[in-house]
């Protein structure tokens, strides 16, 4: 059974560094195709694509972020790392991770966590 | 602004069928077959109901279709149950954003 599960601070300051956590299993990261996303949605806004690692530590960030976040992963203890500096009020988001799907090049999710509610405040 | 347009809202009868657009350009939607829907509930984990325009993956009822012509992709609901009440996001591989999703759409079952 694959699940996913974010966890991280509820609440951040300004100009602070965010670290979130994905810990998953019924899945390895080391595994030829297997790949992780962060994903958040504003409140009352849509979904947005932040980053993705692949179990090749290939890495693929948002244009519009990129500069701020940067992820990596931990095999053995089955987690995925996001971090994003510099937050602001505007980085106030739900931030889900999500399985990559099979199918290359692997750009959709097949399984998500419930998400963790992060405010910048 | 998403980069994808979707309507803001849509609605159906029970046991009617409603189709919601996803509309890109010839970097994303129109260029590749990488389009896939997910279906929001409050507090629950989305979930994927359509992968690579028109694959389905296993668990999800053949009530859910998708489909693409130029730049627009298409989520078709056929026989509407009440619990199909939710939002609805189109996502794209994308040459210059890598994946865009739509602004979403909130699905009404009359």
């Known amino acids: 059974q694959v699940t996913l599960k974010e966890s991280g601070p509820a609440l951040v300051k300004p100009t602070q560094t965010l670290t979130l956590t994905c810990t998953f299993s019924?899945?390895?990261?080391?595994?030829?195709?297997?790949?992780v996303n962060w994903i958040r949605q504003s409140p009352g806004k849509a979904l947005e694509w932040l980053a993705r690692?692949?179990?090749?530590?290939?890495?693929w960030y948002s244009t519009s972020l990129k500069t701020r976040l940067t992820i990596s992963k931990d095999t053995s203890r089955r987690q995925v790392v996001l971090i994003l500096t510099n937050v602001d009020p505007v980085d106030t988001a739900t931030y889900f991770c999500?399985?990559?799907?099979?199918?290359?090049?692997?750009?959709?999710?097949?399984?998500w966590g419930q998400g963790a509610l992060v405010t910048v405040s | 602004q998403s980069a994808l347009t979707q309507p803001p809202s849509a609605s159906g009868s029970l046991g009617q069928s409603v189709t919601i657009s996803c509309s890109g350009s010839s970097s994303d939607v129109g260029d590749y077959n990488f389009v896939s829907w997910y279906q929001l509930h409050p507090g629950q984990a989305p979930k994927l109901l359509i992968f690579d325009v028109n694959k389905r993956p296993s668990g999800v009822p053949d009530r859910f279709s998708g489909s693409k012509s130029g730049n627009t992709a298409s989520l078709t609901v056929s026989g509407l149950q009440a619990e199909d009440e939710a939002d609805y996001y189109c996502s794209s591989y994308s040459r210059s954003d890598v994946v865009l999703f739509g602004g979403g759409t909130k699905l009404a079952v009359l």
């Open positions: 690692i692949d179990w090749d530590n290939s890495k």
């Open positions: 999500a399985r990559g799907g099979a199918n290359y090049p692997g750009f959709y999710f097949d399984y």
């Open positions: 019924g899945f390895s990261l080391d595994t030829s195709g297997i790949r």
